[in-house]
């Protein structure tokens, strides 16, 4: 059960879950929707179901990571240490098989096609990114990035669902303002993830230079420089916090109440005392900084609770 544990990363589906459900804490104190009809069952369903997705990922990812895993990190390689490899396939496929059919009945359920379109979205594009497109220069750093902006979006659709909105983002549904900054407050967060997920990955591809050299993996350190993609690194990590001073303060485009204004510049304060880590001392700051990063994501993610104080 623990390498099992540890080959899903339980902590990171732990994440998820804590994510999806800060953003139906805040939607649901929100004024928009305090009289929606909430459906807590397909809510857990849709939660359970981006959950065990992503751990489908995990696993096919170790699955054909076994080789650059030996040499970057040894002491993590699970499946053919621990798990038989075909054991680790079956897991994978029983995990998007129930995953798709939990899309299917909410799509049926609420006559919308956007739960199976993510959900085979996600399927496809991290068994591709496991068997070919992690190979491939900056593209990799996306589609995790990507998926991870996805999961407070695919939040909000569900209560977009909800309030008889089948049709994401639709232009021919008129809404309030308070209802455009409640959603923009998420939307916000989740531009964040995007971009501090992205640097986070291109600081992990630094660590992984030795490994991906013998899987053939086109990382950008290796076609730039450790150098220059940490420098690039610290760059994307100061974006949240330039967004966040424009969002709020000059532009009014999303409404935080006073702990979640000081979650949020504790925040950027975590990236900007990266960057000053990196300047200082260079590449020994490197795992410093990674774990800087994920304290930076941490205080974004309670942002969602605190702002429904």
């Not at 339980?10 to 459906?39: E, R």
């Not at 994978?92 to 939990?102: D, E, P």
């Amino acid at each position: 059960m623990k390498y099992f544990l540890k080959l899903i990363r339980a902590k990171n589906l732990l994440i998820i879950v804590m994510t999806m459900i800060g953003v139906a804490v805040y939607l649901m104190k929100s004024n928009s929707y305090q009289k929606v009809d909430f459906h807590y069952l397909d809510y857990f369903l849709l939660i359970f179901s981006t959950m065990i997705i992503a751990a489908a990922g995990n696993v096919i990812n170790d699955y054909f990571d076994v080789k650059a895993d030996r040499i970057n990190k040894p002491e993590k390689v699970i499946i053919a240490k621990f798990m038989k490899p075909r054991w680790a396939i079956l897991w994978h496929w029983t995990f998007n098989l129930v995953a798709f059919l939990i899309a299917v009945y909410l799509s049926v359920k609420y006559e919308t096609l956007i739960f199976v379109f993510v959900h085979l979205l996600s399927i496809n594009l991290l068994w591709f990114y496991s068997v070919q497109l992690k190979r491939k220069l900056i593209i990799s750093n996306l589609i995790i990035a990507f998926l991870t902006a996805l999961v407070p979006l695919l939040s909000v659709w569900f209560f977009k669902v909800l309030n008889e909105s089948s049709i994401p983002f639709s232009p021919y549904r008129e809404e309030s303002w308070s209802t455009y900054l409640d959603y923009s407050f998420i939307y916000f967060l989740a531009i964040c993830a995007f971009i501090q997920n992205f640097a986070r990955e291109i600081n992990k591809d630094i660590h992984d230079i030795q490994g991906d050299l013998v899987a053939h993996v086109q990382s950008l350190p290796m076609k730039i420089g450790k150098e220059k993609a940490a420098y690039l690194t610290i760059i994307l990590i100061q974006i949240p916090l330039i967004l966040f001073i424009f969002g709020f303060y000059l532009f009014d485009w999303f409404q935080v109440n006073k702990v979640t204004m000081i979650l949020l510049l504790l925040s950027g304060a975590v990236n900007f005392t990266s960057a000053l880590l990196y300047i200082i001392k260079k590449e020994s700051t490197l795992t410093w900084i990674n774990h800087l990063m994920k304290w930076s994501m941490f205080f974004g993610l309670i942002c969602l609770f605190s702002n429904s104080l």
